[in-house]
């Protein structure tokens, strides 16, 4: 058996006992793949695997790999978890399923008209920088609420999550909650939160979906 596929199946247990352990039912929590600059070549044991969801940060790097591992794993899904600039929201939706790094205006607006130019509709994640790091993508907490408004009453996207990523020398916890919170009062049901090493908390405090990298895939290359 690949290393690869002995971590991904360390991963999906530990997922699986992180939800148990928090009272959560069987299979209430994701496995987002997070399949950033390595090959095909590492990446195939891992759909070999079973393993259909994954998310990639760049859309070129997405759009020079996958494309032909989606004729031979045509039921895969693929999440956008980078930062997504207007010049290449067009391919970005011709490629991914999901949008999980929606975080201003400019980019919700342009998403919109093309959905309607490309007669498609995908989902997408409003990503909130929940520690307001100046240096971090997200909209702002307290404007999280408006910004939602804004998506589906007036653009007419479909947000169906949140996405955050905590400050990196902070508790996640609390800022697990203060997105939890938001996704609760604005009835939504997904919370993309949690990575590699702190995913379990995160499970703990009501992740849907967790983005896992290193702990499935090793090093990056070049890292």
């Known amino acids: 058996m690949p290393a690869v596929t002995r971590a991904l199946e360390e991963v999906l247990s530990k997922i699986s006992a992180a939800a148990s352990a928090a009272g959560r ?3 209430c929590v994701q496995l987002v793949a997070v399949s950033k600059v390595h ?5 195939t044991p891992v759909l070999e695997a079973g393993q259909r969801l994954f998310g990639e940060n760049r859309v070129q790097e997405a759009a020079e790999k996958w494309p032909a591992l989606m004729e031979k794993y045509p039921d895969v899904r693929l999440h956008l978890i980078g930062p997504l600039q207007t010049n290449k929201a067009r391919q970005a939706i011709q490629l991914f399923d999901v949008i999980e790094t929606v975080d201003r205006p400019k980019l919700a607006r342009a998403l919109a008209r093309l959905f309607k130019e490309e007669n ?7 990503q909130v920088n929940v520690g307001r790091e100046d240096q971090k993508a997200g909209i702002a907490p307290e404007d999280a ?7 589906r009453e007036e653009l007419g996207l479909s947000v ?19 997105l939890a919170d938001i996704a609760r009062r604005n009835d939504i049901p997904i919370l993309s939160m949690g990575m590699s090493g702190d995913f379990e908390t995160a499970i703990r405090h009501g992740a849907t ?3 896992v990298g290193t702990a499935v895939f090793g090093s990056r290359p070049g890292y």
């Open 39 to 43: 090959g095909a070549d590492v990446i």
């Open 209 to 211: 979906h967790v983005r």
């Open 25 to 27: 039912a069987p299979g």
């Open 160 to 178: 169906t999550g949140l996405m955050c990523i905590p400050p990196a020398d902070q508790d996640p916890a609390p800022h697990f909650d203060l």
């Open 145 to 151: 609420d408006d910004f939602i408004r804004l998506c």
């Open 120 to 126: 498609i509709r995908r989902d997408i994640y409003i």
